[in-house]
């Protein structure tokens, strides 16, 4: 497995060894010796959740105000363009997000850690997400940032019109958002 960083230094990309032939494909898709080895996190997944999106259909910005989440995120088919922002209100990269296109071709897995939050695009037909998470879902305490903020300035790369739940779509803006007081080392 390959761990390949990006422009916020808690998230990351991960890559498996894939061995293929004429009958297909086989790789691990996760193990938690390599997981610890790799990323310098112990961390335990607590639950797996799997979603299929429409295409354009827009899930995110979500994230939980207590018992935040971690969440390994990979796309089993078609792809999405899959996005972190961090929202920990003491971070240097505070309001700063990365993207990462994961699809069932390319393999790829997105660590998005706990205080950020979490959203993707479907980009193909039938788009499937598989997540763990390293926290359970605790509805009570979700909430949503409009995907569209113009101050976070995502570059959702569909020209598809997005499609969003009624809750998505009047997701606020970050400057308006209810965000936690978690100081850095309690989120990641």
């Known amino acids: 497995m390959k761990l390949t960083p990006t422009a916020l230094p808690d998230v990351f990309i991960l890559e498996p060894r894939v061995f293929g032939d004429a009958r297909g494909f086989f790789f691990e898709g996760f193990n938690q010796r390599t997981f610890s ?20 259909v827009v899930r995110g910005l979500h994230y939980q105000i207590q018992q935040p989440q971690g969440k390994l995120v990979r796309v089993v088919r078609g792809a999405v363009f899959d996005v972190a922002v961090d929202i920990r209100k003491f971070s240097p990269t505070f ?4 993207g990462v ?27 499937e997400v598989l997540y763990k998470t390293t926290n359970y879902y605790a509805p009570d305490h979700e909430r949503c ?35 936690p007081d978690w100081p850095l080392s309690a989120a990641c």
């Open 37 to 56: 080895e790799l990323t310098g996190l112990d961390v335990s997944f607590l639950q797996d959740n799997h979603s299929r999106s429409a295409k354009g």
């Open 95 to 98: 309001g700063q997000w990365v």
């Open 101 to 127: 296109e994961l699809s069932e071709a390319n393999h790829k897995q997105h660590w998005v850690p706990p205080g950020f939050a979490h959203g993707f695009q479907a980009l193909s037909e039938g788009a």
């Open 145 to 179: 940032i409009a995907w569209n903020d113009p101050d976070l300035a995502i570059g959702w790369p569909s020209s598809v019109s997005p499609l969003l739940s009624p809750r998505d779509n009047h997701a606020p803006f970050l400057s308006f958002c209810e965000l």
